[in-house]
């Protein structure tokens, strides 16, 4: 009896969590750094400063995030992206895993960046 109580409430967990959000839906593209396209809604992303990189930096990551964020579930609030962990999210939005790469590229990638600049 206890365990069906218990199951009883997962749903309604679940409806709850979603309504915190203003959509959810599927990345179709990455139209830049600092835009997605999620369903057919283009939602420009706060928080994300790509001022600093070199055009191989940022061509590097674009083929980052083009090979990793298209065709992903995920949940939108304002203009934060959250993705979509099946009832859950994770609590690090897109916004701020894509501002942690570009920190990244600036200070550890530089030369392969450019390596990989140069290779492709």
Known sequence: METM???ILIPLLLIIQASAFDMSGTIVSVNSATSLTVNDKTINLDGVDTSGLN?????YLMNDLGSWLPGKDVLVQ?????????????????NEQIQNEIRHIKTDLVDYCCTFCERY
């Not at 055009?55 to 061509?59: D, E, V």
């Not at 992206?81 to 897109?94: A, M, Q, R, T, W």
């Open 78 to 94: 304002g203009n934060y992206v959250y993705f979509d962990l099946v009832g859950s999210y994770n609590s690090v939005s897109i």
């Open 55 to 59: 055009r191989c930096q940022m061509s």
């Open 5 to 7: 109580k218990k199951l």
